[in-house]
C-alpha cells in the first residue's frame, strides 16, 4: 500500500532532550517535506527536499534540522527541544511539484515539549 | 496579510446545500493545492490545479489565474463533508504556503 509512515505518532518528552521524528514513504517520491500545524496558525512548512541531498528551509525552520540521505526518508531532527515547538507535526511526500503531482500526507505526529 | 487567504473561517449548512469556500493568494503560483483534514487529524489532498476547473464526484475546484483566485465548491453537502478545508499555494521556488483553513459543518 502507498503510503507515507511517521514515527512516532505521539511523543511526550522534556526540554533539551534530542529527539528525531521519521519519515518514510515508499512511492519513489522526489519531494518530501515537513509541516507543522498550531492553533490559529495553520499549517507552516520547516523544510523540504526535491531529492537526495538537496534541502531548503521552509517558513519555520528555526530549531530543526533535516537529512535526505536516502530517497524513501526524510527524518526530522530537535536538536535541543524547546516548549514552542510543541504543535502537531506532518511529513508529506509527491512526485514533484507539477499541477498533477498531488501531496501524499503522513497521519501527524504530535508533539509535546515539557 | 496573509499571502493565501482564505474565506469564510467558520461555515455552517445544512445537509443537501450548495457550498463555496474561497481562497485569494498574492504570491506568483505555480499550482494551487485544496486539502481536507477530517476531525480525527488525518490531512487528504483534494485537487492540485493551474489552470481551470476539476470535478471530482461532488467536488469541484476551480481557479483564476489573472485573479489570483480560487474556489471549491461541494454539491449537495452531507455531514461527511465536514471537515477543515485548507488551500495552499505551490510557490515557484518550490515551497508551499497554506491559508488557514475553513472549517465546515454540514448538519442533517
Known amino acids: 500500500e502507498a503510503q507515507v509512515t511517521q514515527n512516532p505518532r505521539y511523543l511526550i518528552t522534556v526540554t533539551g532532550k534530542k529527539l528525531t521524528v521519521t519519515c518514510s514513504q515508499n512511492m519513489n517520491h522526489e519531494y518530501m517535506s515537513w509541516y507543522r500545524q498550531d492553533p490559529g496558525l495553520g499549517l507552516r512548512q520547516i523544510y523540504y527536499?526535491?531529492?537526495?541531498?538537496?534541502?531548503d528551509k521552509g517558513d519555520v525552520p528555526e530549531g530543526y534540522k533535516v537529512s535526505r540521505k536516502e530517497k524513501r526518508n526524510f527524518p526530522l531532527i530537535l536538536e535541543s527541544p524547546s516548549p514552542n515547538q510543541t504543535s502537531l507535526y506532518f511529513c508529506?511526500?509527491?512526485?514533484?511539484?507539477?499541477?498533477?503531482?498531488?501531496?501524499?500526507f503522513g497521519d501527524g505526529t504530535r508533539l509535546s515539549i515539557l | 496579510k496573509n499571502e493565501v487567504e482564505q474565506s469564510p473561517q467558520n461555515l455552517t449548512a445544512q445537509e443537501g446545500e450548495f457550498i463555496t469556500i474561497n481562497c485569494s493568494y498574492s504570491?506568483?503560483?505555480?499550482?494551487l493545492h485544496w486539502l481536507q483534514q477530517h476531525p480525527g487529524g488525518g490531512i487528504v489532498s483534494l485537487f492540485m490545479?493551474?489552470?481551470g476547473k476539476k470535478k471530482h464526484g461532488r467536488l469541484i475546484a476551480t481557479i483564476n489565474i489573472q485573479e489570483k483566485h480560487s474556489s471549491l465548491h461541494i454539491t449537495a453537502s452531507h455531514p461527511r463533508d465536514s471537515a477543515v478545508y485548507i488551500c495552499?499555494?505551490?510557490?515557484?521556488?518550490?515551497?508551499?504556503?497554506f491559508g488557514t483553513g475553513t472549517r465546515l459543518q454540514v448538519f442533517p
Open positions: 508529506a511526500s509527491s512526485l514533484g511539484t507539477g499541477s498533477n503531482q498531488p501531496q501524499h
Open positions: 490545479l493551474s489552470s
Open positions: 527536499s526535491m531529492n537526495v541531498e538537496v534541502t
Open positions: 504570491v506568483g503560483i505555480s499550482a
Open positions: 495552499a499555494g505551490m510557490g515557484f521556488t518550490d515551497k508551499l504556503i
